[in-house]
C-alpha cells in the first residue's frame, strides 16, 4: 500500500478504530513513500481525531474510547512530527486552553488541545474549573498570543467574560486573540463579550486560531 489517499485513510482509521500500534507501521510507510509529514498529521490523523470526536457527540464512543483514539494520533505524530517541513514544524506561537470556573467538563477542551498541537502550537493546559485570573497570569508568565475558553455549562459563560475584562484591565488585550467554544457559546455571544472568535468543534478552532494569528 503507497497510494498516497490510501495511506491517508489509513492512518485516519486507525485513530478512529483505536488502532494505536497499527498506526505506527502505518506512519512510517507513509513517510517511507516520501508523502509530506503535514499531510499524514492534518489530513490523516488529525481527521481520525474529529472522527472519533463525532462519534462521542453521538454517544457510540465515551471517554474511554477517545482515550485510546487520542493515544493512536500520538503514536501517529510521534512518527510523522520529526519528519515536518521547517516551515510546517516551527512552533507558531503559544495557546493558554482551559475550561472556566464552575465546568469540569473538558474533553472538548482536550479534542482542541490534540488538534492544536498537531498543527504545531504550543499548548499551555490549565485544566478544568479555571479562575478567570489564571488565564490572565498565564499570558503574562509564558507569553501566549492566544486564549482558548471552553465551557458545556451555561452558568460559566460570564467567567468567559471576565477573562475578556481582565485581559483588558491588564493591558493585554490588544496582544492577544480570545476565542470560545462549548455548548452553550455561539458566534453571537463571543461578539458580545468581547471574544475574537467562536469555534464549534476542534477542527475548526485550528483553522480559527490560524486566521487569527496570520498563519
Do not use: W
Amino acid at each position: 500500500m503507497t497510494n498516497k489517499e490510501e495511506l491517508i485513510y489509513a492512518l485516519s482509521e486507525c485513530v478512529v478504530e483505536m488502532e494505536d500500534e497499527k498506526v505506527i507501521p502505518v506512519a512510517e510507510e507513509f513517510i517511507k513513500s516520501g508523502y509530506p509529514a503535514i499531510d499524514g498529521i492534518m489530513y490523516g490523523l488529525a481527521d481520525g481525531m474529529k472522527k472519533a470526536a463525532d462519534l462521542y457527540e453521538d454517544e457510540e464512543y465515551f471517554i474511554p474510547e477517545l482515550l485510546i483514539c487520542s493515544d493512536a494520533m500520538y503514536n501517529g505524530l510521534d512518527v510523522l512530527r520529526p519528519h515536518l517541513d521547517k516551515n510546517d514544524s516551527q512552533q507558531k506561537c503559544k495557546v493558554v486552553i482551559g475550561v472556566v470556573e464552575g465546568d469540569t467538563h473538558d474533553i472538548g477542551k482536550n479534542l482542541v488541545k490534540i488538534m492544536l498541537e498537531a498543527a504545531g502550537y504550543e499548548i499551555i493546559d490549565l485544566g478544568r474549573d479555571v479562575p478567570p485570573v489564571r488565564f490572565v497570569h498565564a499570558v503574562k508568565d509564558k507569553g501566549a498570543k492566544v486564549v482558548a475558553l471552553s465551557t458545556l455549562m451555561s452558568t460559566t459563560t460570564n467567567n468567559m467574560r471576565k477573562v475578556v475584562e481582565l485581559l483588558s484591565e491588564e493591558g493585554l488585550r490588544n496582544s492577544v486573540k480570545v476565542i470560545i467554544g462549548g455548548g452553550p457559546t455561539s458566534p453571537e455571544f463571543a461578539r458580545k463579550i468581547g471574544a475574537d472568535g467562536y469555534s464549534k468543534n476542534a477542527m475548526e478552532a485550528v483553522k480559527l486560531v490560524g486566521h487569527l494569528i496570520g498563519t
